[in-house]
Nanobody, 124 residues
Framework: QVQLVESGGGLVQAGGSLRLSCAGS????????MGWFRQAPGKEREFVSAISPSGGSTYYADSVKGRFTISRDNAKNTVSLQMNSLKPEDTAVYYCARRGNSGSQYYPLSYTYWGQGTQVTVSS
């Protein structure tokens, strides 16, 4: 059974930074694309960022491009999201997810395993 556990969320002022981490279980962590999604109250879950199995390709939503950076350490089974220049509209629960064997990295339905989420709140 694959488990994903996020950490690093919290309350920060606008313009500040946070670093989210996701620890995964299983020996095949490095075989899969990993993604970050977020969901604000009353809104659908939306794509934030994804990283290929090797880490050689990264993908970002337009709303976070230039501010967020995704990275992974396959030796430690971790994927991280460095979030800088945070804005109040970044407030949401952030989820780490492991993509399955098919489907676009941009769509939640392409991911088969999800963490429990971590709250990020950006105050103005």
């Amino acid at each position: 059974q694959v488990q994903l556990v996020e950490s690093g969320g919290g309350l920060v002022q606008a313009g500040g930074s946070l670093r989210l981490s996701c620890a995964g279980s299983g020996r095949t962590f490095g075989d899969y694309t990993m993604g970050w999604f977020r969901q604000a109250p009353g809104k659908e879950r939306e794509f934030v960022s994804a990283i290929s199995p090797s880490g050689g390709s990264t993908y970002y939503a337009d709303s976070v491009k230039g501010r967020f950076t995704i990275s992974r350490d396959n030796a430690k089974n971790t994927v991280s999201l460095q979030m800088n220049s945070l804005k109040p509209e970044d407030t949401a629960v952030y989820y780490c997810a492991r993509r399955g064997n098919s489907g676009s990295q941009y769509y939640p339905l392409s991911y088969t395993y999800w963490g429990q989420g971590t709250q990020v709140t950006v105050s103005s």
